[in-house]
T-cell receptor
Framework: RKEVEQDPGPFNVPEGATVAFNCTYSNSASQSFFWYRQDCRKEPKLLMS???SGNEDGRFTAQLNRASQYISLLIRDSKLSDSATYLCVVNKMDSSYKLIFGSGTRLLVRP | EAGVVQSPRYKIIEKKQPVAFWCNPISGHNTLYWYLQNLGQGPELLIR????????DSQLPKDRFSAERLKGVDSTLKIQPAELGDSAVYLC????????????FGPGTRLTVL
């Protein structure tokens, strides 16, 4: 089983739609959670951190459910420019701090 | 402010040849990471440096991969000899420190081994 699992998609939605991505992680000791965005043939960039109480940044809302080891990302009022791959990232607390990246969920926003 | 710089951006070599990738992190970032990203997958950590010290190289295939960061600034990742399965994007990232500090990625080097 992968340490971080995501639905690969693609999610194909019209502009203005609301879309949600889910992610599960296997290490219950993980303490830090992030969503990164990666455009086609570009490098990953931090989209937002995910806090226990949930957090919002404009049209983006991230939620964490520690009991279920589940993270979500909600995008409201989708824009064409939101088309990208969204990577769920979890830290691994062992002998050395390490980020574990999911395989990503691809989003396509159509006009 | 300049971001993470990597070169070359693309490299095509034949199997069994050596190859080297170079990375210059953001100025002042003492933590440097090398990641490997296969198509359709997320980045996987190969090695992490704190200044010039490799503090986590547990995922680096040491039989053919090596890395160095001699002066604690720029870094080189080498593969010798390259195999077909090494074809991937090699990403360098840097951060102000380890832990939850944001990692900033370079554009990557796309390696094709024929």
């Amino acid at each position: 089983r992968k340490e971080v699992e995501q639905d690969p998609g693609p999610f194909n939605v019209p502009e203005g739609a609301t879309v949600a991505f889910n992610c599960t992680y296997s290490n219950s000791a993980s303490q830090s959670f992030f969503w990164y965005r990666q455009d086609c043939r570009k490098e990953p960039k931090l989209l937002m951190s995910v806090y226990s109480s949930g957090n919002e940044d404009g049209r983006f809302t991230a939620q964490l459910n520690r009991a279920s080891q589940y993270i979500s990302l909600l995008i409201r009022d989708s824009k064409l420019s939101d088309s990208a791959t969204y990577l769920c990232v979890v830290n691994k607390m062992d002998s050395s701090y390490k980020l574990i990246f999911g395989s990503g969920t691809r989003l396509l926003v159509r006009p | 402010e300049a971001g993470v710089v990597q070169s070359p951006r693309y490299k095509i070599i034949e199997k069994k040849q050596p190859v080297a990738f170079w990375c210059n992190p953001i100025s002042g970032h003492n933590t440097l990471y090398w990641y490997l990203q296969n198509l359709g997958q997320g980045p996987e950590l190969l090695i992490r440096y704190e200044n010039e010290e490799a503090v986590d190289d547990s995922q680096l295939p040491k039989d053919r991969f090596s890395a160095e960061r001699l002066k604690g600034v720029d870094s080189t990742l080498k593969i010798q000899p390259a195999e077909l399965g090494d074809s991937a994007v090699y990403l360098c990232a840097s951060s102000l420190g380890s832990g939850d500090n944001e990692q900033f990625f370079g554009p990557g080097t796309r390696l094709t081994v024929l």
